[in-house]
């Protein structure tokens, strides 16, 4: 009797018991953050491509990783990472028949007083083989023009840039061509504009070399070769980037940073059609030459200092990673296997739910993190329930649940940077829209909040100016104006006065135009349609049209074929602004689809292309922005907004709001380390130079990301 | 939510565990020629070949850690329900007072809870209020350093805990039910009349004799919760995510996977057969062949309680009807948010009603077939084995299928239950004494069966239907939990009610649990109806 009463109540008991014992471990388990950080991602685990980030969490993992030669600072300023320091100086480059016609030349300059080389800027004269190589330590000045003119006398053969494309790709032709043709001699550099062109420079008798390439391709019937003479020139000036390694860095593996690490990350990046930040400004390099360890050297093509933004941000790799794993178009070697970086954090655990980052020995007193774990796949109601047992401590909440979370307590709602924007571009040569003051009438009647919130969900920020927001150069725009009335008045003044229906006219002519956004995204669908019920309040009849992508961007926006068009762009660090706005642009491959052409801003655009001096790029990047926008050639919107949840008590200290950007590195790390908080100068020239007559670098006319918007791919290249 | 009771629980157990094995299989391949399966693997699934879910794996690999699972928390949520009713019946036995009523009265809603809004309403309890974790939702993995065998074993058992307490927790409260019902009748039995006359302690005799004859009902109580619990696992493992086979189930379900459900029905047949294998096990040890006695039969209810019940449930619908025409008034504001599950009330107890009518009209045919079947002497125990199954298993696989025709699978899965106690009563009635005195004074066949006969089984069908109508009430429910609802959706029913209500349980449960109570109550209801109208057991 005495045991089935022990059994029936002690069993229960028993286990009520061991209930309250194992939740209390349970809690205890979670309890003890000691410095440990647990992020839930809503979506795939992360790819961890270094190159093709999928989303701004992700490139925000991978900056954890991952160290660039240059980033940008919490100040939105450059500052080095494993770069210590850069300067520009240029090489000037002459051909002689003999090499004892160089040699002479070289002697005729190491003639000249020291005081005449320091007015240059001319740092060394070397005759090579059969050419002189002039090397100036800064960018412009009369240096380079003044020592060609004394070489000249030693009569430097004639140069020509040829362009040569095929229709497959034309490195072996090109190859077999530089190795056995009789011309050989002659070339001088080769340049690959892609993998199927080239752009070669040859020295010397340059129309036998021509006849000689010309037979070699026409032999070839199938390659349908199309070579082109694209200038002449007397010596080939080339801008040179000199960069200095910081000493002692490593890889998580234990090996030094290396500055071959450098040049193979260039090669191996460029190998692929990935669509990096300011890929254009990679595609500049001529040759990057190591010199020693931790020094190298970057010869560019064209003279323009933008190109020093293709570094920022970029991250480099181990030279050694990259030649054991081959690059391929999809970045299946990033998913397989987990680079080294050289990254504050090194990866500890990787499977397809988590990812666990640690930092490394080095990085351990600057950051306030020991551990940061990323699970992946998670569930809303999974991540909800994350945060409120204190399994989670960050996460990025769906757009629906952001006002009552902001309710929550211990949890503050932080915003992530913008990556990319949304712009209307106006047509500045459409008949209807051609006068600025109408297009001023329709940005003043556009209400930019209403539309983030009413499309958005509150997730986008206003976006005013040309280039990225927060950027040392970019400026601050005042919250844009909505006036109805005011820009009731612009239209009047620009000849459309409302009729007794309330539509716009001028003799003859109805305020009517298109407003062409692509096909099949239906959030730009939407937008077009509430842009078009905004300015029919100021009496403009707008007609939406959905393309399909290829007709939207080779036919319609190439051929200047609409009025107003729906435009996605992601942002880029970069000043260089050429291959929008430059009026050498409106015509073939440019991507000046806006019309417009105004001598003042072809030479702001040169000369902030042809700035080298950081800090002084915001001003002529201010003088840009405020004559371009004057003009009206577009109507900027807004850009992304990702949301993330932080658990306030862990971080007290963090004070910044909902409108600050918020990233992950300035988190986690304790406090700025004297090497992050010192923006660089780095030493500039300064000389504007003419716009090049090739068409402007290809660029990405990616997808808006708004979010839960279904991205419709654009055929990319342009 | 457990079928009545009948004397084929008690009677038709023999090779039950092989016969739940072959009904599973069979069933899975209905279900695989209704996905469109070719036949010709049939054989594979059987023998756990067969690649059964996207992932390219085949049932014995995809089943066989989930099987351990599962069995493991049936077993422990059993052990848990059976042990705590058994502890709290006894306690308010002791007490007296009337205790062991109320905790019956209490227990009877708990009981119709469908299982999913307790399952999420622990979540929100667990995690919302008490901001505790649930490993099986969200492991946790300190680094190796941080952690300590302490917190590794306790972590490990919450993850175990948390399942079977949600399980054991309706489990318990049918068990205290029954439980109840089952040590009144057995303390009435004439030898416990005769221990107290000869002066043994009531104590004694309650723990000595009363719990021995009553054990192997209670044991039969047990095997049918566990074949009831098996239909709750699924809920359970898919509200708290506990890697075992019935979150397995739900998400073939949730997905329309032909081949995952198939595949969950078959391994349910192998799991009730284990569970009914251990059952046989325990009744071989613990039940002397003489204890096998049955037990002392019903006496009629008091309606007191019955009645109550019901005349609450029409204030409350009442209530419901008039806030749906006066909602704007201020004296109606209270029940305001009620009013919006009024609709999908009115369509689950309309679905019901059909699945009810299905559900006689198939128990009158597997009546007929039973008769004919003993006139011919075939041995037709398919419904016998049938009704000793876990239903709700089949009954989620067939209504997954077949979404549109859910209310005939309901009837056509209860009604072998019904056949079964129909058969048992007629047999009984036809060879009592009252229909011997008839046909020895010569009164006609057709007249003594109508005079003694045909009264009595009218209303143990009356009973066994209002009985079935709460329980495919529940069933309707729990169905409807698994299908997706999106928050714009019309809501059609009190299960997409629940599901909808679960996003937010976490800071707030009760939007949760008043369409679960809602049809508690009205499952509650028809229950006692049934009660009511159902005969006590007469002397015929």
């Known amino acids: 009797m005495y045991l089935a009463r022990a059994f029936i109540f002690g069993l229960p008991l028993g286990a009520l018991a061991l209930t309250w014992w194992s939740v209390q471990q349970a809690r205890a388990s979670r309890s003890v953050h000691d410095g440990e950080i647990v992020a839930m991602l809503p979506g795939a685990p992360p790819a961890l491509n270094p190159f093709m980030p999928a989303t701004e969490v992700d490139r925000q993992i991978v900056d954890l990783i991952h160290e660039p030669l240059i980033r940008i600072g919490a100040d939105g300023r450059m500052q080095p990472a494993l770069a210590e320091r850069w300067d520009w100086s240029q090489t000037v480059t002459c051909w002689f028949a003999k ?82 043709a009789a011309q050989a001699a002659q070339l001088k550099r080769a340049w690959f504009d892609g993998a199927n062109a080239v752009e070669i420079i040859a020295a010397g008798d340059v129309a036998k070399f021509i006849e000689e390439l010309t037979t070699y391709y026409r032999s070839k019937t199938t390659l349908r070769p199309r070579i082109e003479s694209l200038s002449h020139i007397a010596a080939l000036r080339e801008p040179v980037l000199d960069i200095a390694l910081r000493e002692g860095r490593r890889w998580h593996d234990g090996s030094p940073v290396m500055a071959e690490d450098v040049r193979a990350t260039h090669a191996y990046v460029m190998s692929q059609p990935w669509q990096v930040p300011n890929r254009d400004a990679l595609r500049e390099v001529q040759s990057i030459e190591t010199v020693g360890a931790t020094r190298l050297r970057v010869f560019y093509r064209r003279e323009s200092g933008a190109v020093l933004c293709g570094w920022i941000g970029l991250p480099i790799l181990s030279a050694q990673w990259l030649r054991e794993h081959p690059s391929d178009a999809e970045g299946r070697a990033f998913a397989e296997n987990t680079p080294p970086g050289a990254g504050i954090f090194a990866v500890t655990h990787r499977d397809l739910s988590s990812l666990a980052l640690a930092p490394t020995e080095s ?34 909440p769906d757009a629906s649940d952001v006002p009552a979370l902001q309710k929550g307590r211990d949890l503050v709602i932080r915003a992530m940077p913008p990556r990319n924007r949304l712009l209307v571009l106006w047509n500045t040569r459409s008949p209807i829209l051609e006068n600025v003051a109408a297009r001023e009438a329709l940005a003043l009647a556009t209400d930019r909040s209403a539309l983030i919130a009413q499309l958005l969900g509150g997730r986008g920020r206003i976006q005013e100016g040309i280039f990225q927001p927060g950027l040392w150069f970019a400026q601050s725009f005042p919250p844009p104006v909505f006036d109805l009335s005011r820009a009731q008045s612009k239209l009047e003044e620009a000849g459309w006065i409302r009729d007794v229906e309330g539509m716009a006219k001028r003799p003859g002519q109805r305020f009517a135009f298109e407003l062409l956004t692509i096909q099949g995204n239906a959030q730009r669908q939407k937008l077009a349609n509430a842009l078009a019920a905004q300015w029919k309040k100021i009496g403009a009849d707008v007609r939406v049209t959905a393309a399909p992508p290829d007709e939207f961007l080779e036919k319609r926006l190439a051929g200047r074929q609409f009025d107003a068009a729906i435009l996605g762009l992601d942002f880029e660090t970069t000043w260089d602004q050429s291959a929008f706005w430059h009026s050498s642009q409106t015509t073939g491959d440019g991507l000046n689809f806006s019309g417009i052409a105004d001598r003042q801003i072809d030479l702001l655009l040169e000369e902030l292309r042809a700035e080298y001096d950081p800090d002084r790029v915001p001003e002529k990047a201010g003088a840009l922005e405020d004559k371009l926008l004057a003009l009206q050639p577009m109507l900027p919107l807004f850009t992304d907004m990702t949301r993330v949840g932080v658990r306030s008590s862990i971080f007290a200290e963090q004070t910044s709001d909902d409108s600050t950007p918020w990233n992950l590195r300035e988190f986690v790390i304790k406090q700025p380390s004297p090497a992050d908080s010192t923006p660089v100068t780095a030493p500039a020239t300064h000389q504007p130079q003419p716009q090049p007559k090739r068409p402007a670098p290809k660029i990405i006319l990616p997808e808006m990301h708004v979010p839960d918007e279904k991205t419709i791919p654009i055929p990319k290249g342009r | 939510m457990i079928p009545p009771r009948s004397s084929a629980n008690r009677s038709s157990n023999s090779f039950l565990p092989l016969r739940l094995i072959v009904l599973g299989g069979v069933l899975a391949c209905a279900l695989l020629a209704a996905g469109n399966v070719p036949s010709k693997e049939w054989a594979d699934f059987l023998t756990g070949t067969a690649v059964v879910s996207s992932d390219g794996s085949t049932l014995i690999a995809a ?84 952690d300590t065998w302490q917190l ?44 107290h006359a000869r002066g043994v302690k009531r104590n004694r005799i309650f723990y000595q004799h009363t ?69 046989s096990i325990v009744r071989r040890v613990a039940v002397a062949r003489t204890d096998r006695s049955h037990p002392p039969l019903d006496e009629p209810q008091p309606p007191l309680v019955p009645a109550s019940t019901a005349a609450l449930i029409s204030v409350l619908l009442f209530s419901l009807l008039g806030c749906s025409f006066t909602s704007s008034n201020s004296t109606g504001a209270w029940l305001e948010p009620l009013t919006g599950l009024l609709s999908p009330l009115v369509r689950d107890l309309s679905l019901s009603a059909a699945a009810c009518i299905a559900a006689a009209g198939s128990a009158l045919v597997m009546l007929t077939l039973s008769f004919a079947a003993r006139r011919l002497r075939l041995p037709l125990r398919s419904i016998d084995t049938l009704a000793s199954s876990p239903v709700l298993v089949w009954v989620l696989a067939a209504a997954a299928l077949l979404p549109a025709w859910r209310w005939l699978v309901f009837g056509l899965f209860i009604a072998p239950a019904g056949a079964l106690i129909m058969r048992d009563r007629w047999r009984a009635l036809a060879d009592s004494g009252a229909m011997e005195a008839s046909r020895a004074i010569g009164t006609s066949r057709f007249r003594a069966w109508r005079m003694h006969v045909m009264p009595e089984l009218f209303r143990h069908g009356l009973a066994w239907a209002l009985d079935a109508f709460a329980t495919l009430l529940v069933w309707q429910t729990l169905v409807e939990t698994l299908r997706p609802v999106a928050a714009a959706d019309h809501l059609y029913s009190l299960g997409a009610a629940i599901s909808r209500a679960k996003e937010n349980v976490l800071t707030d449960v009760l939007p949760v649990l008043i369409p679960a109570l809602i049809v508690a109550i009205c499952a509650l209801f028809f229950r006692l109806l049934s009660h009511i109208v159902r005969p006590a057991s007469s002397s015929h």
């Open chain 2, 152 to 195: 590794a074993a306790g972590r490990e058992m919450w993850k175990w805990l948390v399942p079977c307490w949600v399980l054991a927790l309706p489990l318990a409260a049918e068990f205290v039910v029954r439980c109840h019902e089952c040590l009144r009748r057995w303390s009435r039995s004439p030898l416990n009349a005769a221990l």
């Open chain 2, 211 to 279: 719990i021995a004859l009553a054990r192997a009902e209670l044991l039969e109580i047990a095997q049918s919760l566990g074949f009831v619990s098996l239909g709750w696992l699924v809920f359970v493992g898919d509200v708290l995510g506990t890697p075992g086979w019935g979150a397995f189930f739900a998400a073939a379900i949730k997905n329309g996977d032909a081949r995952g459900i198939a595949a969950s029905v078959y391994v349910a047949g192998w799991l009730a057969a284990v569970w009914s294998l251990l059952v």
């Open chain 2, 63 to 146: 089943m066989h850690d989930r099987f351990g699972t599962s069995l493991l928390i049936l077993l422990g949520a059993m052990i848990l329900a059976v042990a705590s009713g058994m502890a709290l019946t006894l306690a308010a036995r002791r007490i007296g007072l009337g205790l062991p009523s109320l905790l019956a009265l209490v227990c009877r809603p708990l009981a119709l809870l469908p299982v999913v809004a307790l399952a999420w309403a622990a979540v929100g309890w667990i995690v919302g209020v008490k901001g505790w974790p649930i490993e099986s939702l969200l492991p946790h993995h300190p680094a190796p350093d941080r």
């Open chain 1, 99 to 180: 090499p004892d016609d160089a040699k002479s030349a070289a002697a005729q300059l190491k003639a000249r007083n020291a005081e005449q080389w320091i007015t240059w800027g001319l740092e060394s004269a070397k005759a090579e083989g059969a050419s002189l190589v002039m090397r100036f330590s800064k960018m412009g000045g009369k240096g380079p023009d003044a020592a060609a003119e004394e070489a000249a006398a030693f009569s430097p053969l004639a140069a020509e840039v040829i362009r040569v494309e095929l229709n497959e790709p034309i490195r072996p032709y090109h190859e077999h061509f530089a190795t056995h």
């Open chain 1, 363 to 396: 990085a351990r007193a600057r950051v306030r993190v020991k551990r940061a774990t990323f699970a992946s796949g998670a569930s809303p109601f999974q991540t909800k329930l994350g945060f409120a047992t204190g399994e989670a401590d960050l996460f990025w």
